[in-house]
């Protein structure tokens, strides 16, 4: 459709509208929260609740790359796990370990990041598949690398990002190292979404990839760029959920669809074109409310589940309607 | 001509948030007449027949058919009621075969086994009123047709529903002069058989031809109805509004004439053979041919998306070789695309980003979006000011623009790199008249700044028109060249190689 | 209609992309024997041993075929596989060893079925929900109200029904029949039918559909609706194979992403409008082989993982490399 | 519309009905009191070699299955999805190494999936060239068909894990079970509390028998005792989740002791304590190394029920016997089950050893030991 459209200027009402309802959800869940629980307005509380949920933010960040291109990255879950078993197989109990350690898992992740945007961009297989193969294949080399169970600790220089606590902060008391890292690889993640020439080519190749070729962007290269930046944020997701919860063999399952699901909550067009950093990421701090919500609640898990469901379902419905409404 | 018109449409109105498209438009055809559309883009056709055929509903005002009140909320409940339309834009589905494509959603079924015989004979009969100049077999997959073909099939696909009314939008878009000529007469034969037929055209030589009334649509309502053909230029302005005065700029002067630009000597690839021409500076080469003469491949081999695979081309007197569009835009060449939604525009994002983003494409992928080392967002704010695109903003997203507003949008994109040579297909195709003007005289000032301009039209008047000097192609090969001021049967004579269509189309 | 797109060079009137599941299959076919050849295990190559190769996956199968319609009509159904834990739970829990009992469960799963393929459907045509985010959700609602009243095998499967799954005429086990039976159900519905038709429309251009006068909303319901049925089926089929019927055996055979492996790998592609089941039949098939070899050269369980990703990228590559749509 | 909502509300009525009728058994005090007392009852055997020991006289009859090397023993494994598996599953590659006779050893792994595994044994019987057959099954009743027909087929079938519930096979092979698990951590959390005591119980995931049956068991205990218990959390055997569910606790009052259902997430929990500064109280796990040494190292009240890995030497032993024709004890083979308290710690500490290995492997003495184990010397 091509009808002549001059919308009005802005009103602060319209404004108002605009503002983006994930923002909206996460304040409500928040509110209900400290309702139903004082303690969270401690330091103690909403520290620990950043905390948690500091991995899947920067992995919805990570994966709202891959989303506004136009794809989809379902192999992140099996990376962070890949990054949790194979840091343990090599630090060898070694505290020093982690400053080589942690450099070498970004670059597998870029290594798979990389591989993930070959096979896509060249092989021409559609990312869903594509991606669903490089997590089965990475969950495989956990396993084959460490043999089905980890041998080795996280050292605690390693388990620092996502478990340490600075104490006697003035006024907060104790502030975590994760929420450190959630918010400068929320910075870096939004500065490159948003204010660099890739960010806008990656919202240009996920728009209309045909047109974006023929203006000269560097399709592949950015679809490239995109998978590896989800994949090392993968990593450092997994950085920081290892620290947080020590080894594990499946650590990451299930994080693929999470990140997904938060990016969704933000807002993202899922096949590309549109989408916010700091909606994701906002996305993904709601969807750890809802689930402190409703262990508050004392829900048990089948209804968290239905809740989760239903929610996943009502925003996206929700924001087609409103795109409607405001016109195409 | 009986009484009760087979359409009427009473005071329609219809808007869209923040659009009113439609407003209290009324409307009616007879029996067996060509009525023509006409109206600039955006002037509310398109919705007008989205109402009729059932895929909007109406704000207020109502339909008739044959004297009775419908409301239709599907295109299905249209189509029972015997009105068909075919679209501007395709609706074949590449991947099934021309008879299915014929009897898409509505297969004769029976005892519930689709009756597959019955659909090939039904398709056969259909296809033979193209003549057998034009044979398609009914199993034939529609991706294998050429674009002619699949046009035909689409205009088959109407005539076989044996509708009261068919509605042709623009149908002669993808068709060679023989294959009008093929529409042409069908229609008349339709016509002559108590078919209505609504045809919707920008081009007034077809609404001479075949209407028998005429009704102008401006800015959502009815600009006038004329019950007998008036002449072209009173519906253009009763379209417009104004007289155009200087619809074509002034052609180029020897003095700005420059040096050869581009340079190809033998090129050839899949689609094209032995190619010779050069393109100068300061002035616009308009290239003329039938659809499928290899146009539009000639762009794609010189843009490096189809490259040449032998012969030479120079660039300012140096060999070069271009496998990639960045190659060629890296060099100074861009390509203003013939299908803007599918391959020019960005819709999603904003004005701004549409015209930077070649810009930043040739930039560090880290470096700020806001500028480099072409341009930056306040420049092409200035360039957008100048060129008078309108938006509501600039950060607005490029969908809720005019076709027009949108072409020269994405000209932005390619002015801030300063090319040395700009390729335009279609560079007016589904623009308003108004806006046409405004592209050629662009096309005229990147020139006289030292540009070479080429430019790919079907609308031979518009090449006559704008063009300095004009290339026509034939099957793939250069077939002959012309000067400013040569004639339509000129063109045409080399174009088709026929001497006979030459002389009917003059 | 572009001018830049240009026509293909004419194709010859051998079409590749038509018969690749067929080489696939041949290929795996071939390798199979083999390495059963190689590795001197020729017991492996007799009539009982293809059957049981073809029996493996009659699960896999059934849903497959559910899911080839809703992928041709350009959607995906992420919910069959907790839809395959409820109906088989419905299924143990209704009969309860009660032969008389075998009629209503089956209607009752059957509705069940139904009745989610038709929610599928109505949430993603009429609430334009994309069709990922709203199975995803219907996932998590099933699997929450299951697993809120059962937590373990629950019920019990009459003998009389157990014949379904363990009974056979001669060496052929009646389930292996319904398969194929139900394939070419399928197929005659995809070819001859007007839904089947439809179907393909749909799939292959939405708003061409409508304009043609197709109620796209009821052919999409109806393909999930379809696609739900057959999972159901499914759900019936593993309940009479396990005897029993528990919340979790959907989830741990991952049918949901395994059923869209399969229908991708035999030629159908996630766009939709284009493949069909007899592909998705020889994708099973590949499967049912790939998990044989590697029981024969007895892999070790973790290569295996490795491999199979990549198998899944190599077959989906195979196809996609020489086609010439944009990738996602 | 209408329907619909009947449908779905009658779909509704079904399921409540249904559950109501047949909440499967998981609290049976007969069961309950065996085990208690097996627990502590005496074992014959050799005493240093626990997966050669076994409750009761019961023997089975093997002389039929006789027969020469070298035989092809085929195991069909549930999978080796999680830590407990990979190192039982490395005793039981090591175990066959100590057995010359076994000229073969065919693994196949059915991931999880009880479909699969149902295929599997297919495969197995129809490849005919097994001498005998270990089942672990992946779940109890959906086994029972494929076991049968194994049993059917003539070879001899070889039980351990989880059961069947058919009687065909030679032999059953488990330590004491669920109930016992439950005792043993249920005891120590009563001993080390006072009546009224805030007790979180931390389960894995519901429905699999051994982990039901432990948490009924202590539940009742507790019951009992007078405990107060917190909330019973499912935890999905992810650390993450387990830190998380802890944390919330902590914040809404005290814990005087977590129970679990199985100790892949006690390190987890333990950690949530330590990072919210709040002393660890009394924690149940099982005999993780990376467990047993936080327990050393912060020296809370800990103990380290058992489900103990070396049950899969006992299956390749009781093949092995089988194909002797020599007797093994049968329908059931019932292996001791030790928990690992304080006064034990420092013999099950192994520093070397990698943090998920569990330490009940009976495997210190095999050749193999530590490198197969991914430990080091």
């Given at each position: 459709m091509t009808e002549q459209t001059l919308s009005t200027p802005g009103s602060a009402r319209r404004r108002l509208l605009q503002i983006n309802p994930v923002y909206v959800l996460l304040v409500a869940l928040l509110v209900a929260i400290v309702l139903l629980n004082p303690a969270f307005m401690e330091p103690q509380g909403y520290m620990n609740y950043l905390k948690r949920a500091a991995a899947l933010a920067i992995l919805s960040g990570g994966a709202l790359y891959v989303i506004v291109a136009g794809g989809f990255d379902l192999s992140v879950g099996a990376m962070m796990t890949l990054t949790v078993i194979g840091s343990s197989m090599l630090a060898s109990n070694d505290p020093n370990s982690t400053y080589w350690i942690i450099p070498l898992m970004l670059g597998i992740g870029a290594l798979v990041g990389l591989i993930n945007g070959l096979v896509v961009s060249y092989l021409r297989v559609p990312s869903l598949i594509a991606t669903l193969g490089m997590m089965i294949t990475l969950t495989g080399v956990a396993f084959v690398w460490s043999g089905g169970a980890p041998r080795g600790y996280l050292p605690d220089t390693f388990r620092f990002f996502g478990r340490f606590n600075i104490t006697g902060v003035p006024l907060v008391n104790i502030f975590p190292v994760a929420i450190i890292c959630l918010v400068v690889f929320g910075l870096i993640l939004w500065w490159g979404m948003h204010r660099t020439n890739l960010g806008r080519m990656i919202h240009a190749i996920g728009d209309n990839q045909r047109a974006a070729r023929l203006a000269g962007v560097p399709v592949e290269r950015v679809r490239i760029t995109a998978f590896i930046v989800s994949s090392m944020s993968a990593v450092v997701a997994g950085v920081i959920l290892g620290g947080r919860a020590g080894v594990s063999v499946d650590i990451g399952s299930g994080y693929e669809l999470q990140a997904i699901t938060a990016a969704v909550l933000g807002g993202a067009q899922l096949l590309g074109g549109r989408g916010s950093v700091p909606a994701a990421m906002a996305g993904a701090l709601a969807l750890e409310a809802i689930f402190t919500l409703l262990n508050l609640l004392g829900l048990p898990q089948p209804v968290r589940q239905v809740v989760q469901g239903l929610i996943l379902i009502g925003a996206v419905a929700l924001a087609m309607y409103r795109r409607k409404r405001t016109g195409r | 001509m009986s009484d009760t018109p087979v359409i009427e449409m009473r005071n329609i109105s219809k808007s869209f948030p923040g659009v009113r498209a439609l407003h209290d438009v009324s409307f009616s055809c007879a029996r067996g007449e060509v009525h023509a559309l006409v109206g600039e883009n955006g002037a509310g056709k398109s919705t007008l027949i989205k109402i009729l055929s059932g895929v909007y509903n109406p704000d207020s005002g109502t339909v008739l058919i044959d004297g009775k009140e419908q409301h239709f909320r599907h295109p299905q409940e249209s189509l029972l009621a015997g009105i068909s339309v075919i679209y501007q834009e395709f609706s074949l589905l590449p991947e099934r075969t021309v008879a299915q494509n014929l009897f898409l959603g509505r297969e004769p079924v029976r005892g519930g086994v689709i009756d597959g015989r019955a659909m090939e004979d039904e398709t056969r009969r259909v296809l033979g009123l193209f003549g057998a100049r034009h044979h398609i077999e009914p199993d034939t997959t529609v991706a294998d047709l050429d674009v002619a073909s699949q046009q035909l099939v689409e205009i088959a696909k109407a005539i076989s529903l044996s509708s009261k009314v068919i509605v042709m939008d623009e149908p002669t878009a993808a068709l060679n002069e023989s294959e009008c000529e093929v529409l042409f007469s069908l229609i008349d034969q339709l016509r002559a058989g108590g078919t209505t037929i609504i045809y919707i055209t920008h081009r007034m030589r077809e609404v001479t031809r075949l209407a028998n009334r005429v009704t102008v649509i401006k800015d959502g309502e009815v600009a006038a109805r004329f019950d007998h053909v008036p002449d072209p230029e009173t519906i253009v302005r009763t379209m417009v509004g104004r007289d155009i005065a200087d619809y074509y700029p002034p052609p180029g002067t020897p003095q700005e004439r420059g040096n050869v630009v581009l340079g190809v000597r033998g090129g050839g690839n899949a689609f094209l053979r032995n190619i010779d021409f050069e393109l100068r500076a300061g002035e616009i080469t308009g290239f003329a041919g039938l659809q499928g003469a290899g146009r539009s491949a000639l762009a794609m081999a010189l843009f490096g998306a189809v490259p040449f695979t032998s012969g030479t081309v120079t660039l300012d007197g140096k060999g070069v070789r271009f496998t990639h569009p960045r190659d060629a835009i890296r060099a100074g060449i861009g390509v203003l695309p013939g299908d803007r939604k599918a391959e020019g525009l960005l819709l999603m994002q904003s004005v701004r980003d549409n015209g930077m983003v070649t810009a930043r494409s040739f930039a560090s992928f880290l470096a700020s979006h806001r500028t480099n080392a072409h341009t930056d967002l306040a420049g092409m704010d200035k360039l957008f000011d100048r060129m008078e695109v309108r938006a509501p903003s600039y950060e607005q997203e490029m969908r809720v623009l005019s076709g027009g507003n949108q072409q020269k949008a994405i000209v932005a994109r390619w002015l801030a790199l300063k090319p040395k040579v700009l390729i335009f297909i279609e560079p007016t195709r589904g623009i308003d008249v108004n806006a046409k003007a405004g592209i050629y005289h662009l096309m005229r000032d990147l020139a006289r700044s030292g540009a070479a301009v080429m430019m790919i039209s079907s609308d031979l008047p518009e090449i006559l028109g704008a063009a300095d000097r004009i290339v026509v192609m034939r099957e793939g090969r250069i077939a002959g060249e012309f000067p400013r001021g040569a004639t339509e049967a000129d063109i045409m004579l080399s174009a088709t190689g026929e001497k006979h269509l030459a002389g009917e189309a003059a | 209609m572009t001018d830049t797109t240009l026509p293909a060079p004419r194709r010859s009137g051998f079409r590749f992309d038509r018969y690749a599941s067929g080489f696939l299959l041949l290929a795996s076919i071939v390798l199979y024997v083999g390495l059963v050849v190689v590795s001197g295990q020729t017991k492996y190559l007799s009539v009982d041993n293809l059957v049981s190769i073809l029996g493996r996956s009659i699960t896999l199968g059934i849903t497959a075929i559910g899911q080839t319609f809703a992928i041709l009509v350009a959607s995906i159904d992420l919910s069959v596989a907790s839809l395959i834990s409820a109906s088989a739970v419905v299924t143990s829990v209704v009969m309860n060893g009660e032969p008389s009992m075998m009629l209503p469960a089956i209607l009752a799963v059957l509705a069940l079925g139904a009745v989610v393929g038709l929610i599928n459907g109505l949430v993603i045509s009429k609430l334009e929900v994309n069709p990922l985010i709203a199975t995803l959700g219907m996932s998590l609602i099933i699997q929450g109200v299951l697993s809120a009243f059962y937590n373990n095998f629950a019920g019990k499967v009459p003998v009389e029904f157990q014949i379904f799954a363990y009974g056979s005429v001669g060496i052929v086990p009646y389930s292996l029949i319904f398969m194929f039976v139900l394939a070419g159900l399928a197929w005659f519905v995809l070819r001859f039918t007007r839904f089947g038709s439809d179907i393909y429309s749909v799939g292959g251009n939405k708003d061409a559909a409508r304009n043609a006068g197709i109620k796209t909303s009821g052919v999409i319901i109806g393909a999930h609706v379809v696609c739900s049925l057959c999972a159901a089926i499914a759900g019936l089929y593993l309940a009479s194979r396990l005897r029993s019927g528990a919340p979790w055996i959907g989830a741990e055979g991952v049918y949901d992403l395994e059923s869209i492996a399969v229908v991708v790998i035999g030629g159908t592609i996630l766009a939709g409008g284009r493949g069909g089941i007899w592909g998705t039949m020889a994708g099973v098939i590949i499967f049912s082989l790939i998990d044989s070899i590697f029981n024969v050269i007895g892999m070790d369980a973790f290569v295996k993982q490795v491999v199979r990703g990549i198998i899944i990228v190599a077959a989906v590559a195979f196809y996609a490399v020489r086609s010439k749509r944009p990738v996602s | 519309m209408k329907k619909l909502v009947m449908a779905v509300a009658g779909m509704a009525v079904l399921f409540a009905g249904a559950a109501q009728a047949q909440a499967p058994n998981f609290d049976d005090p007969a069961e309950f009191a065996k085990q208690k007392a097996q627990l502590t009852g005496a074992f014959n055997g050799p005493a240093d070699s626990p997966w050669l020991q076994y409750a009761g006289d019961a023997m089975a009859d093997t002389a039929k299955f006789k027969k020469d090397g070298p035989w092809t023993i085929c195991f069909s494994n549930?999978?080796?999805?999680?830590p407990w598996r990979v190192v039982g599953y490395t005793d039981m590659t090591e175990e066959v190494k100590n057995h010359p006779e076994i000229g073969t050893f065919t693994h196949v792994d059915a991931e999880g999936s009880d479909d699969k595994q149902i295929a599997d044994i297919d495969d197995l019987l129809a490849g005919g060239t097994c001498s005998a057959l270990i089942v672990s099954p992946n779940s109890t009743a959906a086994l029972t068909p494929a076991v049968e027909k194994a049993c059917a087929s003539g070879l001899p079938v070889i039980v351990f894990d989880r059961g069947v519930t058919t009687d065909c096979p030679v032999t059953f092979v488990h330590p004491v079970g669920g109930y016992g698990f439950g005792i043993q951590a249920g005891e120590h959390v009563i001993a080390n509390t006072s009546a009224g005591a805030n007790v979180l119980m931390l389960r894995i995931l519901p429905g699999v028998d051994v982990l039901e049956t432990r948490a009924s068991g202590a539940r009742n205990m507790f019951k009992e005792a007078g405990l107060n218990i917190l909330g019973e959390e499912f935890t999905d055997g992810d650390n993450a989740k387990t830190k998380s569910i802890v944390e919330d606790y902590l914040q809404r009052g005290t814990i005087d002791a977590v129970w679990m259902d199985a100790g892949a997430t006690a390190v987890a929990a333990v950690e949530a304590f330590e990072d919210a500064g709040v002393p660890v109280p009394v924690v149940t796990g099982e005999d993780q190394q990376d467990y047993l040494q936080k327990w050393k190292a912060l020296g809370f009240k800990g103990i380290a029920p058992t489900y103990p890995t070396y049950q899969w030497r006992t299956a390749i032993i009781a093949a092995v016997n089988t194909l002797k024709g020599e007797a093994v004890p049968g329908p059931e083979w019932v292996l001791p089950q030790p928990a690992i308290t304080q006064d034990v710690l420092d013999q099950y500490i192994n520093e070397k050893m990698p943090p998920l290995h569990y330490a009940m492997c009976g495997c210190e003495g095999m050749p193999g030991y530590p490198e197969a184990w991914g430990g080091t010397k």
């Open positions: - | - | - | 549930a999978g080796v999805n999680n």
